[in-house]
Nanobody, 117 residues
């Protein structure tokens, strides 16, 4: 069992930055690929960024490439999402998730990110 807790969301002006954190419980965190998803009001949840268990591989949706960076610290059981040059369309609830054998089984409760224009 893995519990995920996100933090770092908030209100920021367009062009600003935020860093989200996702702290995981359990000793198996380093075994899992991790990802960030987001869900805006009235829209489906979408994949934002993913990172392999070692941190050697990272993946992004096209709309955030060059602006967002995903990273992880396995010693701290934490995955991060550094978000720069934020846009109003980045406004959403952001969730982290753990990939267990190809399926995102564990999810956090989400953290709200609001970007004002």
């Amino acid at each position: 069992q893995v519990q995920l807790v996100e933090s770092g969301g908030g209100l920021v002006q367009a062009g600003g930055s935020l860093r989200l954190s996702c702290a995981a419980s359990g000793r198996t965190f380093s075994r899992y690929s991790m990802a960030w998803f987001r869900q805006a009001p009235g829209k489906e949840r979408e994949f934002v960024a993913g990172i392999s268990w070692s941190g050697g591989g990272t993946y992004y949706v096209d709309s955030v490439k060059g602006r967002f960076t995903i990273s992880r610290d396995n010693a701290k059981n934490t995955v991060y999402l550094q978000m720069n040059s934020l846009k109003p369309e980045d406004t959403a609830v952001y969730y982290c998730a753990a990939d267990v054998k190809g399926e995102y089984v564990y999810w956090g409760q989400g953290t709200q990110v609001t970007v004002s224009s």
